[in-house]
């Protein structure tokens, strides 16, 4: 058993959507660019980002490459809550998830939500930004 009472085997629900950066929203082209996650067993919600600024560059060269990082900050400054979240710092991580995966019409947008099982949610991050992102 682990100090949180859990079989060290046991494995949790999780959900994740990834984060799409789509430049110019009337053609419709997108790269993904990061990946949010979260588990209600754990309360764990997290963000991790990589934008490939080539690929961006590609498909529009006018992009504001800044401000699609500054989206991409906030985003992780939400899941990790405190005064980074600003309004949403209040909220719970499955609210948090559930206003970051609403659909939008930004350059940054949520992709939909899948589900999966793990033995570390807290390790999903790292390892779907590299399977999904990079």
Same mark, same amino acid.
């Given at each position: 058993m682990t100090d949180h009472g859990k079989d060290p085997k046991e494995r949790a629900v999780f959900e994740y959507a990834l984060l799409r950066v789509v430049p110019r929203v009337e053609?419709?082209?997108?790269?993904?660019?990061?990946?949010?996650?979260?588990?209600?067993?754990?309360?764990?919600?997290?963000?991790?980002?990589?934008?490939?600024?080539?690929?961006? /560059?590609? /498909?529009?060269?006018?992009?504001?490459?800044?401000?699609?990082?500054?989206? /991409?900050?906030?985003?992780?400054?939400v899941c990790a809550g405190g005064e980074r979240a600003g309004q949403a710092a209040c909220d719970d991580a499955g609210r948090r998830f559930r206003w970051l995966i609403a659909p939008r019409s930004t350059v940054v947008q949520p992709g939909p939500v899948h589900t999966g099982l793990t033995t570390d949610p807290r390790a999903e991050p790292e390892r779907l930004l590299d399977l999904l992102v990079r």
């Open positions: 053609r419709g082209e997108q790269i993904n660019a990061g990946v949010v996650v979260y588990c209600q067993a754990e309360s764990f919600v997290e963000a991790r980002v990589h934008l490939d600024e080539r690929r961006l /560059l590609a /498909l529009d060269p006018a992009a504001d490459v800044a401000g699609v990082r500054a989206a /991409l900050r906030a985003v992780e400054g």
